[in-house]
């Protein structure tokens, strides 16, 4: 079984400072890791994934995450926050449907983050 | 440009109704997906198909149906037995076969109980 917890449910920062989005996992066996931001009524759009290859991982619009194994973490940073990164983010870590070999992805509950001007 | 397309938009049901909400995708995936978002819950999965004429339940299917007769189309129905359906529904697809394949998801659709 896999979860994930995503430790802040909201974040607030000031525009041009930097942004941290906490994230912990739980996988029986070697995960695959994904942060997804949602804007308002919207589907989600991917920032970055980890799939075992460079624990650090860059992704789109300046965000990037590290995977630590030994503190089964993924947390997503960013160091200056615009205005248009306010939305809300999904931690996911992926797991296995059956044996035919789909995946379901199990979501945190997500953070939202708001941006001072 | 390759993508998922859900419709409609927004959708009101009247106490008793059964209503479909659309999923088709041009991105040739096997795999497809519908989840429910609920606030503060993140997403829950209602059921996924892997391939065509193939579908599973996911973690909250009760009171849904979908079916999968094309490979491009799953259309997600919530039936009357489903007694909270006010949501976000949001559909998804995907290659089949590695764990760290992306899922790329649609716009969404709001349904309504009224």
């Known amino acids: 079984a896999q979860s994930v917890t995503q430790l802040d449910s909201h974040v607030s920062v000031s525009e041009g400072t930097p942004v941290l989005l906490r994230c912990n996992y739980s996988s029986s066996y070697s995960p695959s890791l994904f942060w997804y931001v949602q804007h308002p009524n919207k589907g989600l759009q991917l920032l970055l994934k980890y799939t075992s290859a460079a624990t650090l991982v860059k992704g789109i619009n300046g965000f990037e995450a590290e995977f630590k194994k030994s503190e089964t973490s993924f947390h997503l940073t960013k160091p200056s926050a615009h205005m248009s990164d306010a939305a809300e983010y999904f931690c996911?870590?992926?797991?296995?449907?059956?044996?035919?070999?789909?995946?379901?992805?199990?979501f945190g509950k997500g953070t939202k983050l708001s941006v001072i001007p | 440009d390759g993508g998922i397309t859900q419709s409609p938009k927004y959708l009101f049901r009247k106490e008793g109704q059964n209503v479909t909400l659309s999923c088709e995708q041009n991105l040739n995936h096997d795999a497809m997906y519908w989840y429910r978002q609920d606030p503060g819950q993140g997403l829950r999965l209602i059921y996924y198909?892997?391939?065509?004429?193939?579908?599973q339940k996911g973690d909250i299917a009760e009171g849904y149906s979908v079916s999968r007769e094309k490979k491009e189309s799953f259309p997600l129905t919530v039936t009357s037995a489903q007694k909270n359906p006010t949501a976000f529904y949001l559909c998804a697809s995907s290659i089949r076969g590695a764990r760290g394949n992306t899922i790329y998801f649609g716009e969404g659709s709001w349904l309504t109980v009224v």
């Open positions: 198909s892997q391939i065509v004429n193939d579908f």
């Open positions: 996911v870590v992926s797991a296995i449907l059956s044996g035919a070999g789909s995946y379901q992805l199990t």
